[in-house]
């Protein structure tokens, strides 16, 4: 099957609504409409005004899809108390503004309406929308619709690569439309619900806007947890006078946009919970189950460290920040650090309501940490619109100046248009081919390229780029000519990766031509086993843009790894990933999350349990990450830290028996534990400084007089006691 895609979508998605409802999506899939009662410190119960229900089935144009797996729901009436809205962490942004009006800005991920698309393209550019060849109006959602591996077909020089794509591809499917159902068929009454739990009528509405953009808002699983976040969060506003509750439903929203499941979704919506609203580990567990509670509890640790980190401006270091990287993806499952992006994505596009000192210590912790992150998993839209928003907030004149020189310039059609040109020539020529994939480039990014190459905008030709993925080599070189005939080839700029790989391995033809309106074209043309080099082997993309630096395999292997969860996660969510024919017997190849030992699949499988272990050290209020090798205890790291200290050069004996450890906020009680990544370990002297260091300069006063005392006999005597 051949497809084509491209990072816009013309016609909405078929999972996304698109009637009109009493509250209108706007042109950013956001939705517009008046909040009503914006006094969330109220807690009485509406009951006046009823949930527009009626008729929300006929708002999704696609089939239902087939068997949800949920967790336990028993519990859900428990608990969830009215609790205040006194939360700590500062990320959770009391004081950001509503989402609801977001507009981002034109260029880049967040720029077109690109609902419920892949995060991550196993054969597209990074968000794509597509259509089967021969119909390209009739876009749809595609990244998996390639036929891969398929049994027989081997990829790259060991085949991994196939295997990883038919296993990650086929499995984790828990979104099944049979049980998929509209709200107003749902089997416990959500208007009872909305009664008993007092809503106001802005939780009522909040929901029916997410479900208009997203079916998964109508099951039964999610409407329980966005109903447990109305409770807890219920009072709490943020610096906008928003209802936080938004800020909860935004992060899911965004979380079901790039296909995840039930569960991520669930956990998206009480992400806060535990930090904000103190629901309980168990509470969450009960109610929801497992799968919930240990996604909810590991955002909440990745917010606790990402705190840390800004405080402590560590991302600064390019060396901690890329341990901070590494740990995060390491310690938590990956699904951990989706619904913590997603949550740091809202953050940023409502960022406007902070005083500015904030929206940069934001903005700069965003594009040092987790947007480097997105673009580890995959992530292209959000790491995309991440960039874009950081660089809005630090670099407000650049960003306007740029955006003012390319706003003529952006022209979605021209990219479709492409594809449809070169699909056609295609099919007239007889080569077959499995996805022509089109991206405009995002304004951070050409702000980057034009920094680093210095060049101006007219240098860079690749604003506008197509893909084109074939199944031979020679098909490559044949599509080439094609491309040249359909548009002037721009001298120079043909690239021959395949003859002349890079040194990373990375294979593909590179050719400019002008396109449609004289506007250069980048047309990049490869097979599929070269495509998924470039995604995922040594010369994945991730790693081209973080410059080749060098990693250990462990971050290779786990960077890896994390990617195929994430795309499990998501892409095959989507129905296209079903219809690619992959069934559920294909499983993964390890157990979720992790590689076991033996498994085939492991990126080296000599380096998974033997990585180094990252943790964070906080001696004397500042923070650090600190490398270690497997393995290493408390006491290495009490001794690593009591050799840095100057002030065991001064005092001569061992710092470390003066300081207390505390490792996650407990006392060690055997300093002989094992470190695990992401551990925080907190040395603290066992006095307070002051005393301490009065009582150590008394010490070395004694120490020194009873060195002369013991040296020096009679005369010393006689020295002290002279001096007394
Ligand atoms: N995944 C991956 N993609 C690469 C790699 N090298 C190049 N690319 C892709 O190829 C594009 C252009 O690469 P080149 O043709 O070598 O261009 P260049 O000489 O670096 O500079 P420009 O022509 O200005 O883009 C990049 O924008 C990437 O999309 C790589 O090592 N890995
Ligand atoms: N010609 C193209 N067609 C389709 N997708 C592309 C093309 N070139 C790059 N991409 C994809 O677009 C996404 C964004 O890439 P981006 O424009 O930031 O960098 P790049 O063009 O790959 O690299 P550089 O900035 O060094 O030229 C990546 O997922 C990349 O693989």
Not at 128 to 141: A, D, E, F, M, Y
Request: some cysteine; overall charge negative.
């Amino acid at each position: 099957m051949a497809v084509s895609t491209i990072a816009l979508y013309a016609s909405p998605p078929s999972s996304v609504c698109s009637t009109p409802h009493p509250c209108q999506i706007n042109a950013h899939g956001s939705c517009d409409f008046d909040m009503g009662s914006r006094s969330s410190s109220s807690s009485t119960a509406s009951t006046s005004q009823k949930p527009v229900m009626g008729g929300l089935s006929c708002l999704f144009s696609s089939p239902a899809p087939a068997a949800v797996k949920h967790a336990p729901l028993s519990g859900f009436s428990g608990g969830g108390e009215d609790h205040g809205g006194g939360r700590g962490d500062e990320l959770n942004l009391k004081e950001l503004g509503s989402s609801f009006s977001y507009s981002p800005s034109k260029f880049g991920g967040s720029s077109w309406k690109r609902d419920h698309h892949s995060p991550v393209s196993v054969f597209n550019g990074p968000v794509s929308c597509s259509s089967t060849v021969g119909s390209s109006s009739n876009l749809r959602s595609t990244a998996s619709s390639v036929r891969i591996g398929g049994g027989s077909e081997r990829v790259g020089t060991s085949g991994l690569f196939d295997g990883f794509v038919r296993n990650a591809l086929g499995s984790c499917l828990d979104y099944d439309s049979a049980s998929f159902k509209v709200a107003d068929e749902l089997t416990f009454n959500l208007e009872d619900t909305f009664m008993e739990g007092g809503f106001e009528p802005y939780a009522k509405k909040l929901l029916l806007g997410a479900q208009l953009r997203h079916k998964i808002f109508c099951e039964e699983f999610v409407i329980k947890a966005f109903c447990e976040a109305e409770k807890a969060h219920r009072g709490q506003v943020r610096a906008s006078g928003d209802p936080y509750l938004q800020h909860c439903l935004e992060t899911a929203v965004l979380l079901a946009l790039i296909g995840a499941n039930s569960t991520v979704v669930a956990a998206g919506l009480l992400h806060d919970t535990l930090d904000d609203a103190f629901l309980t580990y168990d509470y969450i567990f009960g109610t929801f189950g497992a799968g919930v509670a240990d996604l909810v509890e590991g955002v909440s640790k990745l917010s606790h460290l990402s705190k840390l980190a800004r405080e402590n401006n560590t991302a600064c270091k390019s060396v901690e920040a890329d341990r901070l990287h590494t740990m995060f993806l390491a310690m938590a499952d990956a699904r951990a650090v989706l619904i913590k992006l997603a949550d740091r994505l809202h953050n940023m596009m409502t960022l406007d309501a902070l005083p500015v000192a904030k929206q940069q210590r934001f903005a700069k912790e965003t594009l040092e940490i987790f947007a480097p992150l997105a673009n580890r998993l995959g992530i292209s839209s959000w790491k995309e619109q991440l960039e874009n928003l950081c660089f809005k907030h630090l670099n407000p004149d650049q960003h306007d100046e740029l955006s003012s020189k390319l706003v003529d310039s952006y022209d979605e059609a021209r990219i479709t248009s492409a594809i449809e040109k070169l699909e056609q020539a295609l099919k007239d020529e007889g080569i077959s081919y499995h996805v022509v994939s089109g991206r405009h480039k995002s304004l951070y990014s050409i702000y980057c390229k034009m920094l680093k190459k210095k060049l101006t905008i007219d240098d860079i030709h690749d604003i506008y780029g197509l893909r084109l993925i074939v199944d031979k080599e020679e098909d490559c070189y044949k599509a080439l000519t094609i491309v040249h005939q359909l548009w002037s080839e721009v001298p120079g700029k043909l690239k021959d990766y395949i003859r002349r790989p890079k040194f990373n391995g990375y294979q593909s033809l590179h050719t400019v031509v002008m396109g449609e309106g004289k506007v250069p074209l980048e047309v990049q043309i490869r097979t599929k086993d070269m495509h998924l080099q470039a995604e995922f082997g040594f010369a994945a993309h991730w790693r081209y843009k973080e410059d080749d630096c060098q990693h250990s395999s462990f971050v290779l292997q786990m960077v890896e790894w994390a990617r195929w969860v994430v795309t499990w996660q998501c892409e095959a969510m989507s129905k296209d990933s079903t219809s690619v024919g992959y069934g559920d017997s294909i499983k993964p190849p390890c157990k979720f999350p992790s590689h076991v030992d033996d498994c085939p699949y492991c990126y080296k499988p000599d380096c998974g349990q033997d990585g180094p272990v990252f943790v964070i050290m906080i001696e004397n209020d500042k923070m650090s990450v600190q490398e270690f090798r497997a393995n290493s205890t408390v006491m290495d790291l009490m001794e690593r830290a009591g050799r840095a200290s100057s002030r065991l050069m001064t005092y001569r004996f061992p710092l470390k028996e003066e300081l207390r450890p505390r490792l996650n906020h407990m006392p060690v009680s055997d300093p002989n534990c094992k470190l695990k990544m992401g551990d925080v370990v907190e040395l603290t002297p066992a006095i307070p400084d002051k005393s301490l260091t009065e009582y150590r300069e008394e010490i070395q006063r004694m120490y020194d007089r009873g060195l002369t005392v013991s040296g020096a006999g009679p005369t010393a005597s006689s020295m002290v006691g002279s001096r007394s």
